[in-house]
């Protein structure tokens, strides 16, 4: 059974960080592209950043460039995501997904979810 657990997720004032995990289970993490995607209420999901098999190749949204950090780590099966300078925009719920082999911007192209993490950034 495939499982990807999100966790600190949280409040935090505008300028504040986070730094969000993803733990997979079930499959061999490094054949995935490991991304995080967003949703804030009333929006589409969209890809926030994405990471490659071995951590060599990422890429991010405009909207969060210089601001967060994608990172994975094979041997523990983890992908993370380092914010910072956060912004009341980056208020969503943040999901970790994983996808066999490429990576895509598309969150219809994603094989497995997580359920999830809540960041809220208060002005």
């Known amino acids: 059974q495939v499982q990807l657990v999100e966790s600190g997720g949280g409040l935090v004032q505008a300028g504040g960080s986070l730094r969000l995990s993803c733990v997979a289970s079930g499959i061999t993490f490094s054949s995935y592209t490991m991304a995080w995607f967003r949703q804030a209420p009333g929006k589409e999901r969209e890809i926030v950043a994405r990471?490659?098999?071995?951590?060599?190749?990422?890429d991010y949204t405009d909207s969060v460039k210089g601001r967060f950090t994608i990172s994975r780590d094979n041997a523990k099966n983890a992908a993370y995501l380092q914010m910072n300078i956060l912004k009341p925009e980056d208020t969503a719920v943040y999901y970790c997904?994983?996808?066999?082999?490429?990576?895509?911007?598309?969150?219809?192209?994603?094989?497995?979810w997580g359920q999830g993490t809540q960041v809220t950034v208060s002005s």
């Open positions: 990471i490659s098999w071995t951590g060599s190749s990422t």
């Open positions: 997904a994983a996808k066999r082999g490429g990576g895509s911007s598309s969150p219809r192209l994603y094989d497995y």
